[in-house]
């Protein structure tokens, strides 16, 4: 199971040079193996003269090249209510509880569907697991997601369970239905996901 990787934003300067960045400028985002027991994954954000310098020597787990947007500050007007996809995938992300994978997979499937999340790559591990990479492009933030194999039998049942969660009052922490009940969700609001690219 992924161990203690939560949500990582970019960095405002260069892991190599310590230069900050300036806004729109083309960086390199890496993610490396960690040997750290506590943290499985470790983000590295570098400016492009400094990965020319520097990439030979380094062997990242995954790595792309993205831009750098300066952070724009934002007023909370969050409404209390239902949470967003967004949301929701953000607060599981952050709990970490393996009950909730498939959930966090459907999640990001949909959030990549509406653009809101990028897929980068997809990796495997030692142990052949495999892990998306999303980038969330307005604020460079990374979602590491594993991939849980569902079949397609067992998609409609979790999406199910996503349509539970995102009807729950915001902020509350719903059990994870049991989708062999059979319970119907009030509001189905996440697409049917194939498995299979449009």
Known sequence: MLKDWKIKSRSHSCSHTGEKFQDGE?????IFESD???????RRDYSAAAWEEVHAELTPFSYWRTSYEAPVQQTKTEAVGKESAEALLRRL????ESHTENARFILAVMLERKKIL???????????TRMLIYERAKSGEVFIIRDPDLSLDEVESI???????????QG???E???????EEPEDPSPEVVSGEEE
């Open 36 to 42: 750290s027991e506590d943290v499985r994954f470790a």
């Open 176 to 182: 994870v239905v049991d989708s062999k009940k059979g």
């Open 159 to 169: 999406q199910q369970e996503v349509s539970l969660l995102l009807t729950a009052p």
């Open 26 to 30: 083309p960086v390199y985002a890496a």
């Open 118 to 128: 990028k897929q980068i790559e997809e990796k495997y591990t030692d142990d052949d």
């Open 93 to 96: 992300v952050e709990e970490e």
């Open 172 to 174: 509350g922490s719903p």
